[in-house]
């Protein structure tokens, strides 16, 4: 693998940090997935635009300063991908603090920005097994307050709450976890958001405590191609033993079927059909036939 480090191509073992790096033991390392799908105009890169500005403000709220312009970082994106000739997989980029640090901020702080493009095929990863759907658990744990941490920010050491979220469900039996927020009200998945559906009305948290998801938008969007209602509200907990269908979404899975919260099966069929209606304007705007929306993709 071919790897974009701080502006020149080296092999994947020169990436490596100490693990006395600051961004390993304080988890302060800044990171994007974007999705690559093959469509019949080739190659195209899932939200890039949107993915770096979300990097972008990841640092600002972080006091991360950045030694690439978003132009350069777009352009260093395609190269890797172009250098990899990847067709059908990922893209994951990070900006980190590779030099040994012990404080709690870093004394020298050098961002380093790395980029890695790969098939899902190197991974292991087929979608049909990203996309089944899942059984999932409302957890016990809460999703971290905005005011303790902002969790607008994508960084690896936001991820310990989720991860222990997950863990939890899984060892009860169950694929996937919901977190409320601190007041009660839905959240998201471990790293995904959440979609709801009430009869003809499709309900997603508003962005209070949860991630801005990319997919999350472009869902957004392909809902308005369907005469289904899109909602931005706050969604009382209750409101998980009433919906009659729900899915998850992120940017290697697009959209998770769930077939079941706490074990109360969601509808007759999985996914259901306002959820099949969703997951095919979704298909159609990345592959590009949705006109209107073609700014989700950026080609190789």
């Given at each position: 693998?071919?790897v974009w480090?701080n ?7 020169q ?12 988890g302060?390392?800044?990171f ?7 469509t ?12 770096i ?5 990841s ?9 690439v312009?978003r ?5 260093a994106?395609l190269?890797?991908?172009?250098e990899n ?13 590779a ?10 702080p ?9 098939d ?5 990863i ?11 658990k ?6 971290t ?6 969790v607008?920010?994508k ?13 939890d469900?899984i ?5 996937e ?7 009660g ?11 709801l559906i009430m ?9 209070r405590s ?9 869902v957004m969007?392909a809902v ?5 209602k899109?909602?931005l509200r706050?969604?009382?907990a209750?409101?998980?033993?009433q919906?009659q269908e729900a899915?998850f979404?992120?940017?290697l899975?697009?959209i ?9 099966k969601l509808?007759d ?10 997951m095919d ?8 036939k949705?006109v209107?929306?073609?700014?989700w993709?950026t080609a190789?």
């Amino acid at each position: 693998m071919k790897v974009w480090h701080n502006g020149e191509f080296v092999s994947e073992k020169q990436t490596h940090v100490s693990l006395l790096s600051h961004s390993f033991s304080r988890g302060s390392a800044l990171f994007e997935v974007v999705d690559l799908i093959n469509t019949g105009k080739g190659t195209m890169v899932v939200g890039l635009d949107e993915h770096i500005e979300r990097f972008f403000n990841s640092a600002s709220l972080s006091y991360m300063e950045l030694p690439v312009s978003r132009d350069e970082l777009k352009n260093a994106v395609l190269t890797t991908v172009r250098e990899n000739g990847v067709k059908r997989g990922a893209v994951k980029f990070f900006a980190y603090y590779a030099g040994i640090e012990m404080k709690v901020t870093p004394s020298e702080p050098v961002v380093s920005v790395t980029i890695f493009a790969t098939d899902h095929d190197d991974l292991g990863i087929q979608q049909s097994d990203l996309s089944k759907p899942v059984a999932v658990k409302i957890s016990g744990y809460r999703k971290t307050h905005p005011e303790s941490f902002p969790v607008h920010v994508k960084a690896t050491g936001a991820y310990l709450n989720p991860y222990i979220a997950k863990m939890d469900a899984i060892e009860k039996g169950f694929d996937e976890v919901i977190l409320l927020d601190t007041m009660g009200y839905v959240a998201e998945g471990s790293t995904c958001n959440l979609f709801l559906i009430m009869e003809d009305e499709v309900v997603t948290p508003m962005l209070r405590s949860v991630l801005p998801g990319i997919t999350r938008m472009a869902v957004m969007d392909a809902v308005g191609l369907t005469n289904l209602k899109l909602s931005l509200r706050d969604i009382p907990a209750i409101e998980l033993e009433q919906c009659q269908e729900a899915f998850f979404t992120s940017s290697l899975v697009k959209i998770q079927p769930i077939e079941s919260i706490d074990g109360r099966k969601l509808g007759d069929s999985c996914p259901g059909k306002k959820t099949s209606a969703i997951m095919d304007q979704l298909s159609e705007v990345f592959e590009g036939k949705a006109v209107s929306l073609q700014k989700w993709l950026t080609a190789v």
